[in-house]
Structures are given as structure tokens and as C-alpha cells.
T-cell receptor, first 117, second 114 residues
Framework: AQKITQTQPGMFVQEKEAVTLDCTYDTSDPSYGLFWYKQPSSGEMIFLIYQGSYDQQNATEGRYSLNFQKARKSANLVISASQLGDSAMYFCAMREDSGGSNYKLTFGKGTLLTVNP | DAGVIQSPRHEVTEMGQEVTLRCKPISGHDYLFWYRQTMMRGLELLIYFNNNVPIDDSGMPEDRFSAKMPNASFSTLKIQPSEPRDSAVYFC????????????FGSGTRLTVV
């Protein structure tokens, strides 16, 4: 079973508008972390934002916020005021903190975001 | 801080040849990860180390792949013999034990096996 599901292969948004990228996850571990990464066309993986399973508030980092709905097992990324430079592939990832293999990240398939001028 | 440094950036090799990818993690990071990215399979974890000790190598595709971390500042991923299906981008990443700040990835090595 997929642990991380990103159902949107591609998304389009107008410059300066907000966009939400979906991510659902599957785990029975009570302690876990959720991450979002950006991969521009140049190929590097850029860490954007982190949410811990016990965090009471949604994480925010500048124009990025994570809409964490624990009961629904969703961790959507919201980008406000989109910029042309936001055009990239975005990956959601999860780390399960219990069990024998802590600290490894499992990634979703990604969403390709295109920001239109 | 120079970040995670991978070499080479690009590697083209012939099928059957040995390939060695190199990684220098961020100083002080306890964990080192090797990932492979392909269009078909996405990002897959191959192996990861904690304090230079391999913890989980269940993602290593087969015996042709091996990874070592002889010290805290250096790791290698070796493929011998290489095959065309090994063509991919190989990323190295490192993190502190807690990992809340995200795992820092290197720029990747694009491997092409012809």
C-alpha cells in the first residue's frame, strides 16, 4: 500500500494566487513527521516545511503553510502569492518514528506545479 | 556550510563497468541516506547509515549495489557491474538525529549506463 499519495500529477496556478497541493498518508505509527520538498528543473531537492504528528498548530514557513488534518491523514501544502519561481515538482514525504527503521523518508510521486504569468 | 557534496555530477559509463558515487555529508549530521530517483519509481531509499553504521539496506536492489561509510565525512555507493536499468539520479542526503529541520540533499549524480 502506498504510504504517501499525491493525487495531482500536475497543477496550474496564476501568478500571485494561492495554490494547494494535496498529500494523504497512511501510517499506524503514533509518532511521525511530514515533510514537503521542492525540486525545480535544475534537479536539487529543497526542503520547504515540516510538521510533526504531535504538533498542535499547522506549520508555516514564509509563503508556505501545511494544512495538517490528522484525522483525515492529510498534509496539504499551501503556497500563497505564487511566483514564477515556484514552478517545480513538489514532493510530500513521511518519516515514521517507531519501529526498526527510524528516520528514513518515504516520498510520494510528486505534483508538478506550473505558475502562469 | 557547504551542504551535502556529491561527486561526480554526471557519469556516463558502459554496461558492465564499475561505478562509484561519492558523498560528503554536512559536518555533525548523524544520518546519511542514499536515494535513487527514476521516472518510473520516483524517489526510493536505497540505504541509510547512522553514525557510519548501515541501519537499513532493504532498498538496495541487488548484490551489484554496495555502500560504505568509512568515516563520518564520506560515503560511497558502488555499482558493479552496472546495467542500463541503473540509469537514474542518485541523491545523498544527511540529517541530524531528530530530522525536524529536514534532510539536506546533495545535488545528485545523474548516472547513465549505455
Amino acid at each position: 500500500a502506498q504510504k504517501i499519495t499525491q493525487t495531482q500529477p500536475g497543477m496550474f496556478v496564476q501568478e500571485k494566487e494561492a495554490v494547494t497541493l494535496d498529500c494523504t498518508y497512511d501510517t499506524s505509527d503514533p509518532s511521525y513527521g511530514l515533510f514537503w520538498y521542492k525540486q525545480p528543473s535544475s534537479g536539487e531537492m529543497i526542503f520547504l516545511i515540516y510538521q510533526g504528528s504531535y504538533d498542535q498548530q499547522n506549520a508555516t514557513e514564509g509563503r508556505y503553510s501545511l494544512n495538517f488534518q490528522k484525522a483525515r491523514k492529510s498534509a496539504n501544502l499551501v503556497i500563497s502569492a505564487s511566483q514564477l519561481g515556484d514552478s517545480a515538482m513538489y514532493f510530500c514525504a513521511m518519516r515514521e518514528d517507531s519501529g526498526g527503521s527510524n528516520y528514513k523518508l518515504t516520498f510520494g510521486k510528486g505534483t508538478l506545479l506550473t505558475v502562469n504569468p | 556550510d557547504a551542504g551535502v557534496i556529491q561527486s561526480p555530477r554526471h557519469e556516463v559509463t558502459e554496461m558492465g563497468q564499475e561505478v562509484t558515487l561519492r558523498c560528503k555529508p554536512i559536518s555533525g549530521h548523524d544520518y546519511l541516506f542514499w536515494y535513487r530517483q527514476t521516472m518510473m519509481r520516483g524517489l526510493e531509499l536505497l540505504i541509510y547509515f547512522n553514525n557510519n553504521v548501515p541501519i537499513d539496506d532493504s532498498g538496495m536492489p541487488e548484490d551489484r549495489f554496495s555502500a560504505k561509510m568509512p568515516n563520518a565525512s564520506f560515503s560511497t555507493l558502488k555499482i558493479q557491474p552496472s546495467e542500463p536499468r541503473d540509469s537514474a539520479v542518485y541523491f545523498c542526503a544527511s540529517s541530524l538525529w531528530a530530522g525536524e529541520g529536514g534532510y539536506t540533499f546533495g545535488s545528485g549524480t545523474r548516472l547513465t549506463v549505455v
